[in-house]
């Protein structure tokens, strides 16, 4: 069996961690460089760096936060957030992450995710998919911009052109369920894992230790990842990894 991961998210705004409901009403949560630490100190098994802002402010990321984090964590690190560019790519991995993340760029050009997989590995090429269920409930949409743009297009489609384009995993968030605490989209993490060939980490509504059970069995997501659950100690990672171990689930301790 392999081995499932959990995944705290920090939500970077402005350099500082910020936390919401649906990608909506941020409030400051802390310096992201401590936060990080503790999070590695808790248990984590990895760790996503999200700038939400950095795509419709239409800047750079903050690569000088990028190094600061990497240098005070010992796990797997993804950043993401305003990356546009092949350039892009190689400052957040010369900075310290393990891998990066695109999502707006990607949809825009999806040459992007081929050309990254070509120069640094598929294994360091994350697809972020930000999808929302259509209004008639049949199936979900992808958007940009942090959330704030419907392309339109079918999010189960996109994840599939993404995988054959060289994205060596994916980070699907649902917006509905994001910030509820009421649990994963598990139909929409199970649809995307049953037609792709590489992990997929779930994101948006982990409550209670039953929601990470419940996405990494029923959803088949390869990893769950939280944010504010974790970050205001409503769970302790280790509380969750040992319900996990309970359920015949195979995690790190």
């Not at 939400?52 to 010992?74: H, M, N, Q, Y």
Request: glycine residues 10%; aromatic residues 6%.
């Amino acid at each position: 069996m392999l081995t499932k991961r959990i995944i705290p998210c920090l939500d970077i705004k402005d350099g500082r961690v910020v936390k919401g409901i649906n990608f909506v009403n941020l409030r400051d949560a802390g310096d992201p460089v401590e936060t990080a630490a503790a999070y590695d100190a808790a248990g984590a098994d990895e760790l996503v760096f999200l700038d939400i802002t950095a795509s419709s402010d239409a800047r750079e990321i903050k690569a000088d936060l990028v190094r600061k984090i990497s240098k005070a964590i010992f796990i797997p690190f993804t950043v993401g957030g305003g990356i546009r560019t092949i350039d892009d790519f190689k400052v957040i991995l010369r900075e310290g992450a393990d891998k990066v993340a695109v999502n707006s760029a990607a949809i825009m050009d999806p040459e992007l995710i081929s050309k990254a997989a070509d120069k640094f590995g598929s294994q360091c090429v994350v697809v972020a998919i930000d999808a929302k269920r259509r209004e008639d409930g049949q199936g979900w949409n992808i958007y940009k911009n942090g959330g704030r743009i419907d392309m339109g297009i079918d999010a189960v489609e996109w994840a599939q052109k993404a995988v054959s384009l060289g994205a060596g995993e994916l980070l699907v968030t649902s917006m509905d369920a994001d910030g509820t605490k009421n649990g994963y989209d598990i139909e929409l993490t199970r649809t995307i894992a049953e037609l792709v060939n590489v992990p997929v980490i779930a994101s948006g509504g982990a409550g209670k230790c039953e929601h990470f059970s419940d996405v990494l069995t029923e959803g088949k997501a390869d990893a769950a990842l939280a944010a504010t659950l974790f970050h205001y100690k409503e769970l302790e990672i280790s509380e969750v990894k040992r319900f996990l171990r309970d359920k015949g689930i195979s995690v790190r301790l």
